[in-house]
């Protein structure tokens, strides 16, 4: 039987016969009848020759993009082999804008096996599944792993850079117009508030700032503060290092400092602010796996523990990914599950919970979805002789 359950996690199931192997670090979203989920399929253990591969470039990474159709609870593989990049190809930035999933990659080799690398961008449009691919050029960064890029005006903006083996939080752009990147900010030592270089961090953008969440060092232990936040001006051109507040109302009143964890960002549908959601990860402390649920509102810069509302995760999970959708809904997929950091399983499940209360449209059209999964399939008149309503059903199924 359906009941609504906000701040509490459901597993969304499915009866598809292909359906996508667990992976982790992907990057999902979430339209409001859609979840996508592009890249990165690590399934664990890693064999030794996956290790070797990986050691020397070839990227694990699989260049593919799973749809899962919330109403018809149905997962689908979308591709298109001649624009999709090769195995050679290593993504370094993504986004998902409006209708479309933008990922920049580079890779590629010439006839006579010399290294001929080519930097594309790739413009995949979910509603007609095709896909453009532009060359870049102009001052490009040599990124570290993590799949970050933000939207500012006609810019994508990436924070990062590998530079003789050591990490750098500079800032580069692309010209959306012209494929053009360049050197925005290049880090000298010389601003006490230039963050330190790291790998594997997430972006989040609101108004004029960029801010980078996590991150890890490839050449120590360094964990990054939830704290302090680094945060980049993109008009004065300037980095600053943000307070922010802590949840008066729980204990600890900050998250502890973690590593691993999956990080999203959302516009709130009632007050239009950006909030910051974080979960999961593992424990630099005592070196567990976590399963807890974090906001920070960028407005007020105040963190919220979510699990005075009932909402923790599902298990105890770190290399997870998230999403939230337009009307407030929280979805996690994949990542390591694990209790003990022992007996780990690489997950394969979507899950979803919702962050506030939503219409109570949303709320009926859940229900429907729930006894109907087949509505997708159905005619227009075999629609209608049940009662529903037409136009909203097909809005939301297609």
């Not at 009941?3 to 597993?11: C, I, L, R, S």
């Not at 530079?163 to 000298?188: H, P």
């Not at 630099?284 to 976590?290: G, I, R, S, T, V």
């Given at each position: 039987m359906y009941?609504?359950?906000?701040?509490?996690?459901?597993?969304h199931f499915s009866s598809s016969i292909a359906k996508p192997k667990g992976r982790i670090n992907s990057k999902i979203h979430c339209d409001g009848k859609n979840v996508y989920i592009y890249n990165n399929m690590y399934p664990a253990p890693l064999s030794a020759q996956d290790l070797l591969n990986n050691l020397f470039g070839s990227n694990l990474e699989a260049h593919e993009i799973w749809l899962y159709n919330l109403a018809g609870q149905q997962w689908r593989l979308m591709r298109n082999n001649s624009n999709l990049p090769d195995k050679d190809h290593v993504t370094f930035g993504i986004i998902f804008e409006s209708s479309y999933l933008v990922f920049w990659t580079k890779g590629g080799r010439s006839n006579d096996g010399l290294s001929s690398?080519?930097?594309?961008?790739?413009?995949?449009?979910?509603?007609?599944?095709?896909?453009?691919?532009?060359?870049?050029?102009?001052?490009?960064?040599?990124?570290?792993?993590?799949?970050?890029?933000?939207?500012?005006?006609?810019?994508?903006?990436?924070?990062?850079?590998?530079?003789?083996?050591?990490?750098?939080?500079?800032?580069?752009?692309?010209?959306?117009?012209?494929?053009?990147?360049?050197?925005?900010?290049?880090?000298?030592?010389?601003?006490?508030?230039?963050?330190?270089?790291?790998?594997?961090?997430?972006?989040?953008h609101d108004k004029n700032m960029i801010y980078i969440f996590g991150g890890v060092r490839t050449d120590s232990e360094l964990e990054f503060s939830l704290f302090e936040i680094p945060g980049f001006d993109l008009e004065k051109c300037c980095w600053k290092i943000v307070e922010t507040h802590g949840d008066e109302d729980y204990v600890p009143h900050y998250p502890v400092l973690r590593y691993d964890f999956a990080v999203t960002s959302y516009t709130d549908p009632d007050t239009g602010e950006i909030n910051v959601i974080i979960s999961g990860g593992i424990d630099?402390?005592?070196?567990?796996?976590?399963?807890?649920?974090?906001r920070l509102n960028l407005t007020s810069l105040k963190w919220t523990c979510l699990e005075k509302y009932g909402t923790v995760?599902?298990?105890y999970v770190y290399s997870h990914s998230m999403t939230v959708s337009p009307a407030g809904k929280l979805f996690t997929f994949g990542g390591h599950i694990s209790i003990n950091m022992e007996d780990e399983t690489c997950s394969s499940s979507l899950h979803s919970t919702w962050l506030r209360i939503p219409k109570l449209t949303d709320i009926c059209l859940e229900a429907v979805f729930h006894?109907?999964?087949n509505l997708k399939s159905m005619t227009d008149k075999e629609i209608m002789s049940l009662g529903l309503p037409l136009q909203l059903l097909k809005s939301r199924i297609h």
């Open positions: 009941a609504f359950k906000p701040h509490v996690f459901t597993e690398l080519r930097y594309q961008l790739h413009i995949w449009d979910l509603n007609t599944e095709s896909v453009l691919v532009r060359e870049t050029s102009g001052d490009i960064p040599d990124v570290p792993t993590g799949l970050n890029l933000i939207r500012h005006g006609k810019y994508f903006y990436t924070v990062g850079i590998d530079a003789l083996l050591e990490e750098f939080s500079d800032v580069y752009r692309l010209n959306i117009e012209d494929g053009v990147w360049e050197a925005v900010y290049i880090c000298k030592g010389l601003d006490a508030n230039e963050p330190v270089g790291r790998s594997d961090h997430t972006l989040v630099c402390d005592h070196e567990n796996a976590l399963n807890d649920v974090w995760l599902p298990d006894y109907f999964p």
